[in-house]
């Protein structure tokens, strides 16, 4: 006996748009709220103030050497009419990431203090890291149309599987005397997940959003194919085209763009380097250690 699997698919898919119209317009107007605003704020921000802020973030975060790379690549991506792109990808990435980490800590947390919820969500999970990346825009385009809310709607869903996992990963690692030293001085359950839980789970967490933001990345140039715009259309138009050298351009903007946010974002989950400390604030009391040894 065959299981029709597609047909019943697009049956539920045909019964979702029938019935809740209404709700998906809500959600790609909030999307597209959102979504548009931080594109907007971007692309206000003229070009050299742009590269100074990304400059800063990476002297401030990484180090000198990681600054001149910074700017050396903006200004590549600049050079090759790419910037305005570049924000439209990026404004995609932040809005995708923020929406992924609002759905995915909360759960993460959830599957940290209750078994029960992890057994239920983990295959889901595995599911949304298993299936191909193209599947998600057929629905997104479906049941939202064509641009950028069905493309962060599809990134949404694609990036969100890491920082769930390794919140609840991180928190479940936080050392049991930590929870027995908390119990201890009498912390309620959402005192000892906020001051000991998280705190001590932050850099699985931070690696997490890193994660997130890397695949984010990734799914917005896939769906460029869908009309989300950014540095995809370049890609596109060179896959369409067989241009090389256009394709080449909108692949080399994504690296510069991967590679900052990646390091940028890796050192939010660590200490700054104690050179740095001494500019921007106290270093930590391991890195004095290390200094002074």
């Known amino acids: 006996m065959n299981f029709d699997i597609g047909n019943g698919i697009d049956a539920a898919v045909n019964y979702v ?17 959102v979504t548009n605003g931080i594109q907007a704020g971007l692309l206000a921000i003229p070009m050299p103030l742009g590269i100074a802020i990304f400059v800063i973030l990476a002297f401030w975060r990484v180090g000198f050497g990681f600054a001149v790379f910074t700017a050396l690549g903006l200004l590549v991506v600049d050079h090759i009419a790419l910037w305005n792109p570049m924000m439209e990808t990026l404004s995609l990435v932040i809005a995708s990431t923020l929406i992924a980490m609002l759905v995915g800590l909360p759960l993460g947390i959830a599957m940290a203090r209750k078994d029960s919820v992890a057994a239920l969500v983990r295959p889901v999970l595995d599911l949304m890291q298993t299936m191909p ?13 064509l641009g950028a809310v069905p493309g962060a709607i599809a990134t949404v869903i694609f990036s969100m599987p890491p920082v769930v996992r390794l919140t609840n990963l991180g928190i479940r690692q936080v050392d049991a005397e930590f929870i027995e030293a908390g119990n201890a001085f009498g912390c309620t359950s959402s005192q000892l997940l906020f001051k000991v839980q998280l705190p001590n789970a932050m850099p699985s967490i931070m690696a997490g959003i890193n994660q997130t933001i890397m695949l984010s990345l990734s799914m917005v140039v896939i769906a460029s194919m869908i009309g989300a715009g950014g540095i995809g259309n370049t890609v596109l138009t060179g896959i369409q085209r067989l241009d090389v050298g256009t394709g080449f351009e909108g692949g080399i903007a994504v690296v510069i763009l991967a590679v900052i946010l990646d390091r940028i974002t890796q050192s939010l989950g660590q200490p700054r380097p104690f050179f740095l400390a001494r500019f ?6 391991s890195e004095l250690k290390a200094a002074t040894a």
């Open 133 to 145: 990346a193209f599947v998600y825009l057929i629905p997104a385009a479906m049941f939202f149309g």
């Open 280 to 285: 921007f604030g106290k270093a930590e009391p």
């Open 17 to 33: 748009l029938d019935n809740f119209s209404p709700v998906l317009d809500l959600i790609a107007a909030v999307i597209g709220f």
